[in-house]
């Protein structure tokens, strides 16, 4: 399987607690997504990377999110001192944009869903 | 603000009919629109896209529709499936951009 995937695919942890998302990109991708979804929302922006660099980051990233991509492949995504608000589904999605490139299409994985109690 | 917007949070349709779903958007910076089906529990699945140069995009049974005057675009499914029960999201981006902007999705249900 080439596509995109993440762990865990579920995660229940306890309010102020740390948790840690993984994704694995599709290999030829540069680019890579975080989004946030919420029931009856379509995905939400919350940070990408271009190879290694994190070039943009959503308001919605408080200072508790921090996201990674070391070597510009796969990304973590850390959630500190979690908060009830915090449970949702975190999807990525990766995609490739070369030099000139002016569109793009986003690839999701299966997303990680989060329950803070 | 919501610069995507899908307006109908379901559609009922029958199986071998056609379904039609609807969005609309805002920022005319928007050059290419995408549609994505979600199944539950997993991730949202690309379907079919379409730049602003075009008016019209075919895929097999999927159809989508652009309107830039109107600011709007439409996914037809012909002919509809069970299968086809999903979540369908709608996309925008903007040439060079790195944020693509989605709809809060319709929900379609194709009865059997």
């Known amino acids: 399987d080439t596509g995109v995937s993440q762990d865990p695919r579920h995660k229940i942890t306890k309010r102020g607690q740390n948790v840690t998302f993984r994704c694995d990109p599709i290999s030829e991708h540069n680019r890579l997504y975080w989004y946030r979804q919420t029931l009856g929302q379509g995905p939400e922006f919350l940070t990408y990377f271009q190879n290694e660099a994190q070039l943009e980051k959503s308001r919605l990233l408080s200072d508790r999110f921090s996201a990674e991509r070391p070597k510009g492949s796969f990304s973590t995504l850390e959630i500190q001192r979690t908060e009830q608000g915090d449970s949702a589904m975190y999807l990525c999605a990766s995609s490739f944009l070369g030099i000139g490139g002016l569109q793009e299409t986003q690839y999701f994985g299966p997303g990680t869903r989060l329950l803070v109690l | ?112």
Request: with cysteine; hydrophobic share 35%.
């Open chain 2, 1 to 112: 603000d919501q610069q995507v917007k899908q307006n109908s949070p379901s559609l009922s349709v029958q199986e071998g009919r056609i379904s039609i779903l609807n969005c609309d958007y805002t920022n005319s910076m928007f050059d290419y629109f995408l549609w994505y089906k979600k199944y539950p529990a997993e991730g949202p699945t690309f379907l079919i896209s379409i730049s602003s140069i075009k008016d019209k995009n075919e895929d097999g049974r999927f159809t989508v529709f652009l309107n830039k005057s109107a600011k709007h675009l439409s996914l037809h499914i012909v002919p509809s499936q069970p299968g086809d029960s999903a979540v369908y999201f709608c996309a925008a981006s903007a040439a060079g951009g790195f944020k693509t902007i989605f709809g809060a999705g319709t929900r379609l249900f194709v009865k059997a």
